[in-house]
């Protein structure tokens, strides 16, 4: 991955992870070393915060299910819990991940949590209303054009309450911290390619102006976060 790369518009290329027919020890490897990259640059706090603003909108419930799609090991979800610990908040938190590598990363980071369950599943293939919220952190970056519009839609469907997008701000500093943090913490190519490259497929205001109009959302917010992130919230309208 360049050091140098222009970052006016979001990178087309795929990311390693997108290649499902590749895994196995390096991809499990790949996916601790994400989890001390997501510590490094405050990951949870963005998801955390969308879902207490859409829990607020819903009424302050005292019981909750959330579903996080393309979870991976699902390790921002320790600051969910920790969140409904102090709120009194009974909740349910279900991951899905279309890989066994993560599905079995995430089972063994949470053996000891029974408010956590992992599925094997397709975003694609939920049900509808399958959670209260459905939430994606670091996962829509992943698609473009009519392809982030379906996903996100499957999402929107796949809840009752609405959704909550946390995902990078594409920018020059957060670019140059991620290439350099990804050569200080791991020799994985995985981490070493995808995560430059998340950020140049991550998101400026007018991206998310642009989905904002696309899903035909007037409720939808987003809001700049620590550190280089978006926490996007899409309220159901309907429901």
């Known amino acids: 991955m360049p050091f140098f790369?222009?970052?006016?518009?979001r990178a087309q290329e795929d990311e390693l992870m997108d290649d499902f027919s590749m895994g196995g020890e390096e991809?499990?490897?790949a996916l601790k070393?994400?989890?001390?990259?997501?510590?490094?640059f405050a990951a949870p706090g963005p998801t955390k915060d969308g879902v207490e603003k859409l829990w607020q909108a819903i009424g302050e419930p005292t019981t909750l299910s959330i579903l996080d799609v393309g979870a991976g090991s699902g390790d921002v979800n320790h600051k969910l819990l920790q969140w409904a610990d102090q709120k009194g908040i009974q909740l349910e938190i279900t991951l899905v991940d279309m890989t066994e590598e993560a599905c079995e990363e995430a089972r063994r980071l949470f053996r000891n949590e029974l408010r956590v369950k992992v599925q094997q599943a397709d975003l694609k293939d939920l049900a509808?209303?399958?959670a209260d919220i459905v939430t994606g952190s670091q996962f829509v970056h992943h698609f473009d054009g009519e392809q982030l519009v379906d996903m996100v839609s499957h999402m929107r469907r796949a809840s009752r309450y609405?959704?909550?997008i946390n995902d990078i701000h594409r920018h020059p500093v957060s670019y140059t911290a991620v290439w350099v943090m990804t050569r200080i913490i791991s020799r994985n190519r995985y981490i070493r390619h995808d995560g430059p490259l998340s950020v140049a497929k991550g998101f400026k205001g007018r991206d998310w102006q642009e989905l904002k109009h696309k899903l035909q959302s007037e409720t939808m917010t987003y809001t700049w976060k620590p550190l280089f992130r978006y926490s996007v919230v899409i309220p159901n309208e309907s429901r």
Request: aromatic share 0%; charged share 25%; glycine share 4%.
């Open 33 to 40: 070393h994400l989890r001390r990259l997501n510590r490094i």
């Open 128 to 130: 509808d209303a399958s």
């Open 27 to 29: 991809l499990s490897e």
């Open 162 to 164: 609405g959704v909550v």
């Open 5 to 9: 790369r222009t970052l006016s518009v």
